[in-house]
């Protein structure tokens, strides 16, 4: 009843730039009430934070790795997340999932929701 569905990923260049979505379906409230969490899983590695953004909000944190590369904001539709991916490298490869829960934000991975995950691939 309650899902998070993502925009498909793709090829990117090192350097490069892509933008996921993140939009639900089926929730009492809109998404922007929903804190918003960015994680991804490159193989034989941990689910590891990434972006999040606060629930009734715009306050957001980032993962070392990525600040100052990656953005994740709110959709004017009240029920749609993205993720601004630039400067890309290749260790950004990986399953890149959305979460979204009404209590939890920050980059651990123990949120109640879960997109069903989407495949970036940078490469030359």
């Known amino acids: 009843q309650l899902q998070l569905i993502q925009s498909e990923g793709g090829l990117v260049q090192p350097g490069g730039s892509l933008r996921l979505s993140c939009t639900s379906f089926g929730f009492s409230l809109d998404l922007y009430e929903y804190a918003v969490g960015w994680f991804r899983q490159a193989p034989g590695k941990e689910r590891e934070g990434v972006a999040c953004i606060s629930g009734g909000g715009e306050t957001t944190n980032y993962a070392d790795s990525v600040k100052g590369r990656f953005t994740v904001t709110r959709g004017s539709d009240k029920n749609t997340v993205y993720l601004q991916m630039n400067d890309l490298k290749p260790e950004d490869t990986g399953i890149y999932f959305c979460?979204?829960?009404?209590?939890?934000?920050?980059?651990?991975?123990?949120?109640?929701?879960w997109g069903q995950g989407t495949q970036v691939t940078v490469s030359s």
């Open positions: 979460a979204s829960d009404m209590l939890e934000y920050g980059l651990v991975p123990d949120y109640d929701f």
